[in-house]
């Protein structure tokens, strides 16, 4: 029973243009919300976070949003850039050490 | 700066073969965490340890078996390998009550 989806297995959009991933979860007991980015023959890494008692964080061009009511959270890249083409997944945790991953999406930024 | 390190990056077995996965993380984190990750299914816990001498079961535990009795080093054992264990097998560690976890490289692993 996946607790975390990401229906959209990938996404294409024009260098310049904004991406919008979205993820939705089914536990209300997550209080901690992540996404990772993910290069071929890489580790996932890092992006950016936010906690449940916040509705958006923003850092540089990425900016997370969380809808808790719906249990939707997504990330914007705005500009979108050629390096951003990796696979991005959405995680989330109860507690800290039990994180639960999204499936991934495919992000390709057309130059 | 190593962070997270994997041995070995790629492997094969046979079916009933044994192998154990390394993962060695220089960043003094308390939490260390075994994924898989497989086609259209992201990234599954399999074990995670909270502290030296300590292990727990995640998602998919079934099959495996993991160890912490160094601070700095997470095995994963594989003790009678099936094709189904194959998979994309990633290490990752946190500081204590810190969400940014530190993933290594990924070791493949095909089972025949």
């Known amino acids: 029973d996946q607790q975390v989806k990401q229906n959209s297995p990938s996404l294409s959009v024009q260098e310049g243009r904004i991406s919008i991933l979205n993820c939705d979860y089914t536990?209300?007991?997550?209080?901690?919300f992540l996404w990772y980015k993910k290069y071929p023959a890489e580790g996932p890494t890092f992006l950016i976070s936010?906690?449940?008692?916040?509705d958006k964080n923003e850092d540089g061009r990425f900016t997370v949003f969380l809808n808790k009511s719906a249990k939707h959270l997504s990330l914007h890249i705005v500009p979108s850039q050629p390096g951003d083409s990796a696979v991005y997944f959405c995680a989330a945790s109860e507690i800290h050490n039990d994180m639960r991953f999204g499936a991934g999406t495919r992000l390709t930024v057309k130059p | 700066n190593a962070g997270v390190t994997q041995t070995p990056k790629f492997r094969v077995l046979k079916t009933g073969q044994s192998m154990t996965l390394l993962c060695a993380q220089d960043?003094?984190?308390?939490?260390m965490y075994w994924y898989r990750q497989d086609p259209g299914m992201g990234l599954r816990l399999i074990h995670y340890?909270?502290?030296?001498?300590?292990?727990a079961k995640g998602e998919v535990p079934d099959g495996y078996n993991v160890s912490r009795l160094k601070k700095q080093n997470f095995l994963l054992g594989l003790e009678s390998a099936a094709p189904s264990q194959t998979s994309v097998y990633f290490c990752a560690s946190t500081a204590a009550l810190s969400t940014e976890a530190f993933f290594g490289q990924g070791t493949r692993l095909t089972v025949v």
């Open positions: 340890s909270v502290g030296e001498g300590t292990t």
């Open positions: 536990n209300s007991m997550f209080d901690y």
């Open positions: 936010i906690s449940s008692i916040k």
């Open positions: 960043m003094n984190h308390e939490y």
